[in-house]
């Protein structure tokens, strides 16, 4: 039996038809809804511009999917979601873990002209961070809650942060006479450890085609080192860092500065299509 379509949500512009489609890709735990501000004012400003907001596989309303669980897999969701839907994907961006999704989706064809990754690195390293310590804590937890305030007290308990013990909550949903988690662990688990194995540099390096990937790092965040900051500006032509004022959460901290860029940086739609280099600028 084939897969399920990913489920997904348009934002497009208030009036007439988009020239271009850009995909945004959550980050582990999230959907695409937690950048409905953002596709919103961009496509006020660019209504060149609609976005597809994504929920990855296992994420949101894209439950049903089967193994393996990879980053690959979840690119091929997305691609597949392009070609079905007849919205080519002029652009993706991916945040955290959907940055990396983003980025196994550069090589496809026909590729998108921008890759945007927000606050994500290429790099593999050895599982660890936030997201980690979450699927941890999950796993302590029972399977079922009364409430989703006895989910959030729950996580509080174990020294989730009010604010993301609430975010994580919305992954609840009404089984019967309990809350429980749409998503399931060994899925999250499988998808977690392959984004920490996966070595995307080569991808940096040498992107394919004409492709051009922009980096966008949080200034207060400790996702990416100064060294691997420096790694990706000498990368290629093609590649361009962008530092932006705010936390991890740069859709929520900072939404305004996130849409200026994008709205400045995204291409029109004769460079989106032909995937046309232009010089960038490192800020």
Do not use: C
């Amino acid at each position: 039996m084939a897969d399920p379509r990913l489920y997904h949500e348009l934002v497009t512009p208030p009036a007439g038809a988009p020239d271009a489609w850009l995909y945004i890709l959550p980050g582990i735990f999230g959907s695409g809804r937690n950048w409905a501000t953002v596709a919103r004012r961009l496509v006020a400003e660019r209504p060149d511009w609609a976005v597809v907001l994504v929920d990855l596989r296992q994420h949101g309303g894209s439950q049903g999917f089967g193994p393996p669980h990879s980053l690959q897999t979840a690119a091929g969701d997305v691609h597949r979601l392009a070609d079905v839907t007849e919205r080519p994907m002029s652009a993706v961006l991916g945040h955290s873990f959907g940055g990396k999704v983003a980025l196994e989706l550069a090589p496809l064809e026909p590729p998108p002209a921008d890759v945007w990754i927000i606050d994500s690195t290429p790099e593999a390293r050895e599982p660890g961070g936030s997201a980690w310590s979450m699927l941890s804590v999950l796993r302590a937890l029972p399977p079922a809650f009364g409430s989703r305030d006895e989910a959030v007290q729950a996580m509080q308990a174990r020294g989730i942060e009010a604010a993301t013990a609430q975010w994580m909550a919305t992954n609840l949903e009404r089984v019967d006479s309990a809350m429980r988690w749409r998503f399931e662990l060994p899925a999250m688990e499988a998808l977690l450890l392959d984004f920490f194995r996966t070595d995307a540099w080569p991808v940096v390096r040498n992107p394919p085609g004409q492709v051009r990937l922009h980096f966008v790092r949080a200034s207060q965040s400790s996702v990416m080192s100064s060294d691997t900051a420096e790694r990706i500006q000498r990368a290629n032509a093609r590649v361009t860092l962008h530092t932006l004022e705010g936390g991890h959460w740069l859709n929520a901290d900072n939404p305004a500065a996130v849409v200026s860029l994008l709205a400045r940086e995204l291409p029109s739609h004769a460079d989106a299509r032909q995937g046309g280099a232009r010089p960038q600028e490192s800020q």
